[in-house]
């Protein structure tokens, strides 16, 4: 196959859309994916026995591991999902990871809501089963807020999976955290192709309700952000934030969904957001940095 890039047109940004910050945002959930690859190489230890070795951008200091824990059939699966990041200049990060593993996928899979309680009121219904991790995780994110310092700058960030637990915690910290937000511009949350989250009011919430702007980086190739599907009989979901879109077409569903190789691509090449590899080295890589090819599976369901 070839690796000339056929023509795509470059990407169009919104207003307040900044392309230097998604990118740092876009850089720091690769880092997220590498903090999950030394989980796996190092056995996918306990908590307190993964050494995290941050490979990430030059300029930040890095948290430990946010765990979560996730839950099938009664089975708790605790995983590393990501970190928070902070530059010493009033800059911080939340930033999370996306689906990884067997279990990650179930409960992608599940389409049945509960209520967002983690504000007073006015936050509809969200997805249960990325509501039920991003529950075992707020703790130890909102203790690591409150122990770096002085934030004037407070970023959210994703990809897959990763940008649905951004969502939940976007009006969260906002509401819950030692850093609430200021004007508009102090809270932002980049997230990249991101499924549908919750329902009209989890999505009135959002854009209405918390001074912080969501742009919603999505390729139209990809089938992720199509997922929970609008109207399932009774239950609506309805996306978040404003669709920053490009169109790249890789020929697997996996490289149109790859966070190295289709979006942080298209975020450093905007006006050539398609790429120029094949799709066997689109494969290749993504079994290493993204995990929608292989999914790893956690050793007590191997038994």
Known sequence: MSTTPSQSLPMYFPPDFVLDEAGVCASLVLTAYDQFNQWVQQGSPSQS????????????TYSAPLWGTVTVLWEKYPEPFGFVAWDGTGNALVVFRGTMTSVDAVIDA???????????????????GWYNVYATLREALLTQLKAIGPVTRLFFTGHSMGAALSSLAVPDVATNSAIPPGSRRSYVHYNFASPRVGDPGFAYGMNWSVAAPTFRVVNTEDVVPDVPPPLLGSTVYQHVGTPVDFTAEYLTTDGNHSMANCYWYAINNTDQPQGPASASLFLERQVRIDGGVTLYTPRALEK
């Open 49 to 60: 026995g993964f050494s995290w070795t941050p490979n990430g951008l030059n300029g930040f």
């Open 110 to 128: 599940e389409v049945d809501q509960t209520a967002y309680t983690l504000v007073a009121t006015g936050f509809g219904n969200v997805q249960v």
